[in-house]
T-cell receptor, first 111, second 114 residues
Framework: QQQVKQSPQSLIVQKGGISIINCAYE??????FPWYQQFPGKGPALLIA?????SEKKEGRFTISFNKSAKQFSLHIMDSQPGDSATYFC??????????FGPGTRLSVLP | EAQVTQNPRYLITVTGKKLTVTCSQN?????MSWYRQDPGLGLRQIYY???????DKGDVPEGYKVSRKEKRNFPLILESPSPNQTSLYFC?????????????FGPGTRLTVT
C-alpha cells in the first residue's frame, strides 16, 4: 500500500505567525503533489499543487516547498489568520491511477 | 452551479442490510472516486473510475462495489454493511490526466452501521 506521511497531527499558531506542515512519500512514480483544505462539515477543496520538477510554488500566503531527493514536501502558510483554521491534507497522485492522502493536520490559528 | 452531489447525507443502518450511496457530478468529468475519512487515517481511496465502464480498486476496496454506467453517476454499494464500515464517505470528480490533481468533492455522507 502506498503511503504519504504527514506531520504534525495538530498545530496551534498565533495570528500572524507561520504555519508549517510536512509530508513525506515513498513512491517515486507520483506525478503531482496537491494540498487540500477541509473545513468542518465540508468536503476537502484544492488549495495548491506542485509538480515534482519544481522546487517551490507560491500562491498568495501559501507556499509549497518540494525536495525531490529527500522525497519530502511542505506547506507554509505565511501571516496565518483565524480563517485558515482547518484540516490540511497533503496528497500524491499517479496520473490515471489513484490518489493517496496523508492523515491530515488540524490547524488552529489563535486570534 | 458546478457541483458533486451525494445522497443521502446521513444514514443509519443495521449490519447486513444492503445500501447504495449515490454520487452525481455536472462538470462532465471523466474521473470519479470514492473515499472514506476516518479520524487519524485521513482520506483513503475505495474505488476510482477513469471513464464509463472503467473502474479500479483503491487502497481499501473490501466490502464495497461501484459501477459507472453513465459519465455523471458513480454509486457506491455496500452489499452487506458491517460496523467497521461506519465512516464519513466522500465522492469526488475531476478531469483526467494532468488535471486530475484538482478533485472536486461532494459534501459527504455520514454512515453509521449498528
Amino acid at each position: 500500500q502506498q503511503q504519504v506521511k504527514q506531520s504534525p497531527q495538530s498545530l496551534i499558531v498565533q495570528k500572524g505567525g507561520i504555519s508549517i506542515i510536512n509530508c513525506a512519500y515513498e513512491n517515486t512514480a507520483f506525478d503531482y503533489f496537491p494540498w487540500y483544505q477541509q473545513f468542518p462539515g465540508k468536503g476537502p477543496a484544492l488549495l495548491i499543487a506542485i509538480r515534482p520538477d519544481v522546487s517551490e510554488k507560491k500562491e498568495g500566503r501559501f507556499t509549497i516547498s518540494f525536495n525531490k531527493s529527500a522525497k519530502q514536501f511542505s506547506l507554509h502558510i505565511m501571516d496565518s489568520q483565524p480563517g485558515d483554521s482547518a484540516t490540511y491534507f497533503c496528497a500524491a497522485i499517479n496520473y490515471g491511477q489513484n490518489f493517496v492522502f496523508g492523515p491530515g493536520t488540524r490547524l488552529s490559528v489563535l486570534p | 452551479e458546478a457541483q458533486v452531489t451525494q445522497n443521502p447525507r446521513y444514514l443509519i443502518t443495521v449490519t447486513g442490510k444492503k445500501l447504495t450511496v449515490t454520487c452525481s457530478q455536472n462538470m462532465n468529468h471523466e474521473y470519479m472516486s470514492w473515499y472514506r475519512q476516518d479520524p487519524g487515517l485521513g482520506l483513503r481511496q475505495i474505488y476510482y473510475s477513469m471513464n464509463v465502464e472503467v473502474t479500479d480498486k483503491g487502497d481499501v476496496p473490501e466490502g464495497y462495489k461501484v459501477s459507472r454506467k453513465e459519465k455523471r453517476n458513480f454509486p457506491l454499494i455496500l452489499e452487506s454493511p458491517s460496523p467497521n464500515q461506519t465512516s464519513l464517505y466522500f465522492c469526488a470528480s475531476s478531469l483526467f490526466g494532468e488535471e486530475a490533481y484538482e478533485q472536486y468533492f461532494g459534501p459527504g455522507t455520514r454512515l453509521t452501521v449498528t
